[in-house]
């Protein structure tokens, strides 16, 4: 019986870094060369890094592209051949191309048909879209390769079993979003129906600004059997031996590596965001403003995870309306983790900035101004610190404060990374029960009730004047959360909003209130993406807009 076999490399690579992709890539073929492989096999752009946006458009940078791949060809020329993803120049137009590298030059070259242009993806923008092209040989098998979105159309997947292809190989540059796992294996299952071929999903791992790619390669029998599965968010290699019989060719089954529910899958995502964040800019320290509030909490517990605890410093700078229970927790969950906790109180600074302003406020009764001179003095002070310890500032509002603008630009916004950007209030304390409950071998912080109960527990607090809460400028969390999930994330009208049972008035402040924050979210730091309806790339709103939904009046 013939046998191919293909090695899969889900590995992480480094936007811009392309010799260190290409050490990546040689590293995995040598493995694949030592299993005996008939082809090694990285994902879509790999060499480059994904995603790129407008750097492929600088020419200097394909031109390196290409030279790195050919030098790459030559140090692999002596084994099995290896599939990898760049940027290519042909003539005056770019492609997205993926090519197979076989005695020391390119024996194929495949050029992406379908350009996403949705979400977070601007192909059209940056790649003149291809033809489709036709499967190529590679030791007994011949190989069709539609690139990652070729996959979510039939007609490439058809035209290449048309044309000869006997086993689909499908490299991807797919980045997470919660339930994006069972989008993906219903599309692939589905191509598998169309054509009655065996099809392997390569995707990527590793975080790139906002995006994590997730991993969770797999490989799809005839029919749509699952017999290959890749874990998610981890480096790794497979060797998949493909047979052919009297009805083409099929895959052994191999590893079945287990699929975390939602929650440690988004938990995971913050983490690794951080962690390559961190890693791909060079920064090896986090500072952030710990307030004994559940979101900073959940912060330290998520940057502890990241880079452990000793390279983690909780700053607590409590003023006059600074409760005894917040000091008191923030201790708790600094010791709780192991982070180094200092205290800087913030009554001085907040009375000479008082005092200068003494003769301009004259007259005018204290009011917002005020109240947001103390988050822009912790922000100064943190990133002062920042500053002399060369500690990236981690900001800490959730989605739902991002959303309604209930944050102080150039305050407690002030940072270089979100990790919960994009986690409504709600999924915060459920997040926080989740990791007090769970450990896993990827989290480099401690084990165990990390985050005190109260911190959970108690009605959230800004806590810039005497008794303030959450819920004297916002509707509760749960109201909050679920108008904005059907604005934001559904694209719902304010009718819609009503009709679900919510109350007009609170419907129209929601939106107005997410409308106007436009230009803080503008400035805010990028956090790691969850959903399919992000702040930054999935969701792009003019700041100007007085255009208001007048659905339900």
Known sequence: MTRFRLTLAQLNPTVGALRENAAKARRAWAEGKAAGADMVALPEMFLAGYQCQDLVMKPSFVTDCMSVMHELAAECADGPALGIGLPWYEGAELFNVYVVLKGGD?????????LPNFNVFDEKRQFTSGDVNGPYMVGAARIGTPICEDAWHGDVCETLEETGAEILLVPNGSPYFRGKRDFRMTQMVSRVVETGLPL???????????????????????????????????????HVDFLQGPDGWEAVAGEMAHLPDEWEQDYRVMVESLRDYLRKTGFTNVLLGLS???????VAT???????PENVRCVMLPSEYTSGHSLEDAEGVARNLGTRLDTLPIAGP??????????????????????????????????????????????????????????????DMAGGYNPIKDLYKMRVFETCRWRNANHRDWMMGPAGEVIPPRVIEKPPSAELREDQKDEDSLPPYPVLDRIL?????EDKSVADVVAEGFDLADAKKVEHLVYISEYKRFQAAPGARLTRRAFWLDRRYPIVNRWRDTSAD
Request: hydrophobic fraction near 45%.
């Open 302 to 308: 998520i940057a502890a995870d990241a880079i452990g």
């Open 485 to 489: 999930e059907m604005l934001v994330d």
């Open 200 to 238: 392997v999903y390569l995707n990527m791992v590793g975080g790139q600004d906002d995006q994590v790619f997730d991993g969770g390669s797999f490989v799809l029998n005839p029919h749509g059997k699952l017999v290959v599965q890749m874990p998610v968010f981890d480096e790794a290699i497979a």
């Open 350 to 411: 907040r009375a000479a900035v008082t005092a200068a302003l003494e003769p301009l406020f004259e007259g005018r009764p204290p009011d917002l101004a005020e109240e947001n001179i103390q988050s822009r003095l912790r922000g100064l002070l943190l990133m002062a610190l920042s500053n002399k310890f060369g500690e990236m500032l981690l900001t800490t509002g959730n989605k739902s404060e991002v959303a309604v603008g209930y944050a102080t630009i150039y305050g």
């Open 292 to 298: 004994g509030g559940v979101d900073s909490a959940l």
């Open 106 to 114: 390119v024996a194929a070259r495949i050029v992406k048909h379908h």
